[in-house]
Structures are given as C-alpha cells and as structure tokens.
C-alpha cells in the first residue's frame, strides 16, 4: 500500500505561481512513477504531468506544456508540481498519484491521494 497526501493547493490570481506537493508513505516510493491528475467542477478527471521513478522521463497534457513542471525527490518521499502562469481554466481538485509509468499516462494508477483544491481567479 501507498499512502498519499497532496498539499499546497489554495486561491490564487491570473497569472500567479503555485507548487502542489505530495507526500508519499508505505511501500518504497522510490520504485513507483507519480503522476498529477485534475478534475473541475462538471468535467471528468483529466491527466496533467507524469514523472518516472528515476525523474528521468516525464510527460505532460498539452494544456499545461511549459507552464507546469512535475519534479520529485526520493529522499523526502514527495512529488512536486510547480504551476506557473495560472489561468481560470486551471481551476480543480489537482490530484497525486502512483503506478507504473505508462499506467499513471493512461489514468490508472495504483494509488491515488484525496485531492487539494486550486481556485484561480480572473
């Protein structure tokens, strides 16, 4: 089992920075890819960022390429995803998660955490 709990989420304007954090315990995190997910208000939960378990590869949705960047450091059992120039549209429950790689990009990972809010206003 793998526990994971997201944190850093909150209200921001157009334009602002946020870093979404989750922290991971239970089986060795360090063997397992990490993948941020997101779902708004009437819309299905969509990919966004995948990030293998070395940090070597990584993937990303279209919507977000060069504004958000997925990271992780093995030592401290955490994933990061710095969200840059923040849009309305970016506003959802932004969820962690944990799996094989391919399995994290397709949207079926082992594991999932509860989900932090991003509100990000006009």
């Known amino acids: 089992q793998v526990q994971l709990v997201e944190s850093g989420g909150g209200l921001v304007q157009a334009g602002d920075s946020l870093r979404l954090s989750c922290a991971a315990s239970g089986r060795t995190f360090s063997s397992y890819s990490m993948g941020w997910f997101r779902q708004a208000p009437g819309k299905e939960r969509e990919f966004v960022a995948a990030i293998s378990w070395s940090g070597g590869n990584t993937h990303y949705a279209d919507f977000v390429k060069g504004r958000f960047t997925i990271s992780r450091d093995n030592a401290k059992n955490t994933v990061y995803l710095q969200m840059n120039t923040l849009k309305p549209e970016d506003t959802a429950v932004y969820y962690c998660?944990?799996?094989?790689?391919?399995?994290?990009?397709?949207?079926?990972?082992?594991?999932w955490g509860q989900g932090t809010q991003v509100t990000v206003s006009s």
């Open positions: 998660a944990a799996g094989p790689y391919m399995v994290v990009i397709s949207g079926g990972p082992d594991y």
